[in-house]
């Protein structure tokens, strides 16, 4: 059973296009996150979801924008593709009580082109 | 701007030995600190975890220490063996937010 699962595993497109990323979790938890890892390896938060409501909101462009149907639920959707969003996108998730505790699923490697 | 900061990118031990893991942080605020283990094409998986108020923690051959008045923190694998060859993260809790550090790539000789 995958506690964490993202889809797809791989993204390849063109720049300008719209894409989504999809994110499942089977943990119970009611708190979601998207982490993006880039060509420096660096994990950095983007965006985290408790209880379908948005708690943190880095500084992310805003042609990223989460949404969560439910607690199970996060998905990335990305507009206007542009070649800098080349990266290791993450999904995780953890219970409300244990936030630093984090499970994270096999991520999703998109490439613009 | 990064609050978590691993030095070594690279530490090489033979099977049997200790592999000793650095991290260094800044920010005071930080609440708790962990260590991800991550395997190629796989997402980082939680290892071990110490709260800012406690100096040491224990889990089977995994202990990490923390040394709050020097913002650094340790991980400590013993006896290393061949499957914890990975790249371990260090990060740091803040309010549902984890930093992390650029991670250190681990290979253990037989």
């Known amino acids: 059973d995958t506690a964490v699962s993202q889809t797809p595993k791989y993204l390849v497109t063109q720049m300008g296009n719209d894409k989504s990323i999809k994110c499942e979790q089977n943990l119970g938890h009611d708190t979601m996150y998207w982490y993006k890892q880039d060509s420096k390896k660096f994990l950095k938060i983007m965006f985290s979801y408790n209880n379908k409501e948005l708690i943190i909101n880095e500084t992310v462009p805003n042609r990223f924008s989460p949404k969560s149907p439910d607690k199970a639920h996060l998905n990335l959707h990305i507009n206007s593709l542009e070649l800098g969003d080349s990266a290791v996108y993450f999904c995780a998730s953890s219970s409300r009580t244990t936030t630093y505790e984090q499970y994270f699923g096999p991520g999703t490697r998109l490439t613009v082109t | 701007d990064q609050q978590v900061k691993q030095n070594s990118p690279s530490l090489s031990v033979q099977e049997g030995r200790i592999s000793i893991l650095n991290c260094d942080y800044t920010?005071?605020?930080?609440?708790?600190f962990l260590w991800y283990k991550k395997y190629p094409a796989e997402g980082p998986t939680f290892l071990i975890s110490i709260s800012s108020i406690k100096d040491k923690n224990e889990d089977g051959r995994f202990t990490v220490f923390l040394n709050k008045s020097a913002k650094h923190l340790s991980l400590h694998i013993v006896p290393s063996q061949p499957g914890d060859s990975a790249v371990y993260f260090c990060a740091a809790s803040e309010n549902y937010k984890l930093s992390f550090g650029a991670g250190t790539t681990v290979t253990v000789r037989a």
């Open positions: 920010n005071s605020m930080f609440d708790y």
